[in-house]
């Protein structure tokens, strides 16, 4: 399962997605002594936009060869120059132009994913220049991403003022789940999953209140199940883990967590694990499908809340990679976690939030500053 968009959140509401579309596993020995002797992190790739641009969001193929970003250059009071552009995971250089133009209409080309069987999907959201808000989403495909162009329109169930919100999948089937939203004012969550390259979807189901813009979303391959998490918003309460059923809507609960929101979710397929990182925590925690086991591992390095962490899954390494932005090191870390929760490598100075990889490059990417695109070996 994984997350393969980059998040660059603040953007727009496709942003947030790629907050959950660019939006880490015994223990003891490995966890404390891990950091003292963590290599630096290698001269990283770093890269921008072919406008060098803001960037509004990166996804990556995990298992291609390419990416795809969106960028904006800013030109008068209500101009812009904006591109959808493919990139070379490798070198950074970009390969193509998807769209490439410069308007005044409040427009936003924002990529969001990269499926499982290497489809890119990415919005065109049109904003009201006057209020912000999005008015409509149109969804389209590069059904692959490598061939670099426009294949198809997805029309996801409902009308085009639906915004995503969250995206999970798992690369190793060609489902991904959704979580979105309508209404602005008191704006009501739901869930449904696609096969975005067919452009199939099964049903779309409203979610309880206790679900909202802010429950991270996963895709358990295992049981063909969504998870989703959930939380009373006081950071002595407990998050909670859920799984939906995508063909009747059925939400039942899974596991509680640690104290404080759920900030990521990842899921290996093949062992069965869950692995969650919490808001008022700096630890991970690793949940067992098969046994209904639950491990809590602290991270190396943290000693309070402002210590959070990212997780990822690569099925291909069977890695869990943990992105630590802070740490008492001063700098950021990237921890390379097995599905036992065994902390198996560390990459010192590696400062993302939000992350994407690759795993046949073992490359993880993130945004630096506001127009660039770091990457480093793992």
Not at 284 to 296: I, P
Request: charged fraction near 15%; include cysteine.
């Amino acid at each position: 399962m994984v997350r393969s968009a980059l998040t660059v959140a603040g953007i727009s509401s496709a942003a947030r997605v790629a907050a959950a579309a660019l939006a880490g596993t015994a223990v003891a020995a490995a966890v404390g002594l891990a950091v003292a002797t963590a290599p630096a992190a290698a001269d990283p790739l770093v890269f921008h936009g072919a406008l060098n641009g803001e960037i509004l969001n990166v996804a990556v193929d995990p298992t291609g060869t390419e990416g795809m970003l969106g960028e904006f250059v800013k030109l008068g009071d209500n101009d812009f120059e904006t591109a959808l552009e493919t990139f070379n995971l490798s070198t950074g250089d970009m390969i193509s132009f998807i769209k490439h133009r410069r308007h005044s209409n409040g427009e936003d080309d924002v990529p969001l994913t990269v499926t499982g069987d290497h489809t890119g999907l990415f919005v065109t959201e049109k904003t009201n220049r006057r209020t912000g808000l999005v008015k409509e989403n149109i969804y389209q495909t590069l059904a692959p991403l490598s061939g670099n162009a426009i294949t198809g329109t997805w029309t996801p169930p409902g009308n085009r003022r639906l915004n995503l919100v969250g995206v999970g999948h798992d690369i190793t089937t060609s489902t991904t789940v959704f979580l979105a939203e309508r209404g602005h004012a008191s704006p009501k969550v739901s869930l449904f999953g696609s096969d975005v390259t067919a452009n199939t979807f099964t049903p779309r189901f409203d979610l309880p209140s206790r679900f909202n813009t802010g429950s991270i979303l996963e895709y358990d391959a295992s049981s063909g199940h969504a998870v989703l998490s959930s939380w009373k918003g006081c950071e002595s309460c407990r998050a909670q883990l859920w799984t939906a059923n995508l063909a009747t809507g059925a939400v039942d609960p899974l596991v509680k967590l640690r104290h404080g929101a759920v900030l990521s979710i990842a899921g290996d397929p093949f062992d069965q694990v869950l692995c969650t990182t919490t808001s008022s925590d700096f630890s991970v925690e690793f949940y067992n499908l098969a046994t209904h086991t639950l491990q809590t591992i602290p991270l190396p390095n943290a000693t309070g809340s402002q210590h959070q962490a990212t997780v990822l899954f690569d099925a291909a390494n069977h890695l869990f990679l943990v992105s630590q932005p802070q740490s008492t090191t001063g700098s950021g870390n990237l921890y390379l976690y097995a599905p036992d929760g065994t902390l198996t490598g560390t990459v010192a100075g590696v400062n993302m939030a939000a992350f994407a990889y690759n795993s046949t490059l073992r490359k993880v990417y993130g945004r630096s500053g506001l127009k660039d695109v770091v990457a480093y070996d793992y």
